[in-house]
């Protein structure tokens, strides 16, 4: 029977032949991450199972949500993993100066690549599937046992297929295009299984654009998110891994559960209004609507700090200052972005504008701090989750955008069109 | 083995950012959590949650982040069992793992009302609704998963496999 990519990739980390939807197995690791918030709590849970990780180069941790740490109780989470980091010499502990938001870090250190099998204490995790990993987000026990055995069980998930097809118009991106498919299909539209994106499209979608989808698999409910490896993808490994990495594609006869068929020509920028990230509009329906003035606008995140990015936020704030209303904060994935910034005139446009430039820091994304929101605030962001009190009080609204309507929205004081400030 | 309590009734999508939010999460201590427990959706609940009593909820509880800290939360809280539709599956496997019991039962998760007396039996997967006199069949949990849960999670029942040396 055939085997979708994700299938295929578990069948070969359990050392079997073939796999099918349902069947329980267990896998080879060949990352187990975590980073200031999960690894404090799996530390003690490891040191009741093991005395040394499975493998010094394959366990990572990463400091990236309180940090720089924003009190006493973060700080001492934070030297907690950095002391057991120390102790057990890990190869990949990024610190505060080098380190990045783990989901834009770890891909461009060269840590992950196509075939591979990959946990982390992270929901976003599923993001490396963009280069055709398989690649999930697990809680403390399992990230404890991945780190002290290597190895983890797991369902084996059906999948739902996107065909995706046609071209995106100019100010459409991958984080458009993952709200539009989220919008259709709801949030747990894919819970349990795999999304797998292949299709003709796929050329006209860069590396950027293929982390922001994956990134947001989860908020579909999936286990996991995976890109079928192309030029592109095999490209971005070579410059950035000395790793070898294994492709692996759909069986012809690979069963699933639901084939959606996308054309990225008639996606539209699209918004995710509070409280899910399957509450999308288009910019044409919200152009109707009565203006949605707004206090905050964030660029970043694990979702949309990567370098282009900064480029098309940039682009649209360009010559533009920021609405005196609006307070607006960039934060740049790493810190080779934060310097690929600095060397392309880009941290100068976005401090020109009138907005705040930050080291790389999950920071307000999860409410953490760096820009959280006072009760009745509304913000522009291009994160991944409106929830409820997500980003501060719980009288605060979040709307998810990509950075080019988030620049926009910056400079009209309200949620704007990319396609009219930009163009 | 059973659980019994008063219910606490929720929606769709609860998700872990209001189970336990980010704000309280640079502490991994489950007590301290417990005190927050659904505090940015139902603010009085762990001012009024009793040992025993259970959480219904409808489609996709758990939705969001890995945080192991929520299903912990609720334990902690007092919580012996929450009944769904579906749940989110990292909060389905945290909450295995850490010793929660979960069960997705589509008819129990629409019918049963906020302050009802649930009964659950592990063994049979059986839900009585006492208050309404109602009855419902979830899924039966399979004996090692029991045992988890009466180890009190994965971790200490794999620790006591270990020692008892039955591994």
Same mark, same amino acid.
């Given at each position: 029977m055939g085997m979708t990519m994700t299938q295929k990739i578990l069948a070969a980390h359990a050392?079997?032949?073939?796999?099918?939807? /349902?069947?329980? $197995?267990?896998?080879?690791?060949?990352v187990v991450m975590a980073n200031d918030i999960t690894g404090p709590m799996a530390v003690p849970v490891f040191r009741k199972m093991a005395d040394k990780v499975f493998d010094k180069d394959k366990v990572v941790l990463v400091p990236d949500h309180f940090t720089p740490n924003k009190d006493i109780k973060s700080a001492e989470n934070s030297k907690s993993i950095r002391e057991f980091a120390k102790e057990q010499g890990l190869t990949h502990y990024?610190?505060? =100066?080098?380190? =990045?938001?783990?989901?834009?870090?770890? #891909?461009?250190?060269?840590?992950?690549?196509?075939?591979? %099998?990959?946990?982390?204490?992270?929901?976003?995790?599923?993001?490396?599937?963009?280069?055709?990993?398989? +690649?999930?987000?697990?809680?403390?026990?399992?990230?404890?046992? /991945?780190?002290?055995m290597g190895e983890l069980w797991f369902k084996v998930p059906s999948a739902i297929q996107f065909v995706l097809k046609g071209k995106p118009g100019k100010f459409v991106s991958g984080k458009d295009i993952i709200l539009h498919i989220i919008g259709k299909i709801g949030v747990d539209g894919a819970l349990y299984k795999s999304?797998?994106?292949? /299709?003709? =499209?796929? +050329?006209?979608?860069?590396?950027?654009?293929?982390?922001?989808?994956?990134?947001?698999?989860?908020?579909?409910?999936?286990?996991?998110?995976?890109?079928?490896?192309?030029?592109?993808?095999?490209?971005?490994?070579?410059?950035?891994?000395?790793?070898?990495?294994?492709?692996?594609? #759909?069986?012809?006869?690979?069963?699933?559960?639901?084939?959606?068929?996308?054309?990225l020509a008639e996606v539209r920028p699209t918004v995710a209004f509070p409280h899910l990230p399957g509450n999308a509009h288009t910019i044409d329906e919200i152009e109707e609507m009565e203006p949605i003035?707004?206090?905050q606008v964030v660029i970043g995140s694990c979702t949309n700090g990567r370098m282009e990015d900064m480029r098309r936020a940039a682009a649209v704030l360009k010559g533009h200052k920021v609405h005196p209303d609006v307070r607006v904060i960039v934060i740049p994935g790493t810190q080779k972005i934060y310097k690929e910034c600095l060397k392309e005139g880009i941290a100068e446009i976005f401090v020109d504008a009138g907005c705040a430039f930050s080291t790389p820091s999950c920071g307000p994304c999860m409410g953490g701090h760096m820009g959280v929101l006072a009760a009745g605030e509304k913000c522009v962001s291009t994160t991944n989750r409106n929830f409820v009190g997500r980003m501060g009080h719980v009288d605060s609204l979040i709307y998810l955008a990509s950075p080019e309507t988030a620049a926009a929205s910056a400079i009209a004081g309200y949620i704007a069109n990319p396609e009219k400030v930009g163009a | 083995m059973k659980a019994k309590g008063h219910v606490f009734k929720y929606g769709d999508n609860v998700d872990t950012d209001v189970i336990i939010p980010a704000r309280y999460l640079n502490s991994f201590d489950a007590k301290e959590l417990a005190s927050h427990a659904m505090v940015d959706i139902d603010p009085e609940f762990a001012g009024k949650v009793k040992p025993g009593d259970i959480i219904v909820a409808r489609k996709n509880f =758990? %939705?969001?982040?890995?945080?192991?800290?929520? #299903?912990?939360?609720?334990?902690?809280?007092?919580?012996? %069992? $929450? $009944?769904?539709?579906?749940?989110?599956?990292?909060?389905?496997?945290?909450?295995?793992?850490?010793?929660? #019991?979960?069960?997705? %039962?589509?008819?129990?998760?629409?019918e049963i009302e906020a302050g009802d007396e649930v009964e659950i039996d592990f063994d049979s997967g059986k839900i009585y609704d006492r208050t309404k006199g109602t009855e419902y069949q979830g899924q039966p949990f399979p004996e090692f998963m029991q045992k988890i849960i009466s180890a009190g999670g994965l971790v200490s029942y794999t620790n006591e496999k270990v020692k008892s040396g039955s591994n």
């Open positions: 050392g079997l032949e073939s796999v099918e939807a /349902g069947q329980l $197995i267990e896998a080879k690791l060949d990024y610190e505060i =100066g080098q380190m =990045g938001i783990e989901h834009a870090l770890l #891909p461009e250190k060269g840590i992950t690549v196509a075939g591979e %099998c990959i946990i982390g204490a992270d929901s976003h995790t599923c993001t490396y599937g963009a280069l055709g990993a398989f +690649s999930t987000g697990v809680g403390t026990t399992d990230i404890a046992t /991945g780190m002290a999304m797998e994106f292949v /299709g003709e =499209g796929l +050329s006209n979608l860069s590396m950027d654009d293929r982390f922001t989808m994956a990134n947001m698999a989860i908020e579909a409910g999936a286990k996991n998110g995976i890109f079928l490896v192309d030029e592109k993808a095999e490209a971005y490994m070579k410059e950035h891994s000395e790793k070898e990495y294994k492709i692996y594609t #759909p069986d012809e006869d690979a069963i699933y559960d639901e084939v959606i068929e996308i054309d003035r707004i206090d | =758990g %939705c969001g982040s890995s945080r192991e800290h929520a #299903p912990l939360c609720l334990k902690t809280a007092g919580v012996s %069992c $929450i $009944i769904a539709e579906t749940f989110a599956r990292i909060f389905f496997r945290n909450s295995i793992n850490i010793g929660l #019991p979960i069960i997705e %039962c589509k008819e129990a998760a629409m």
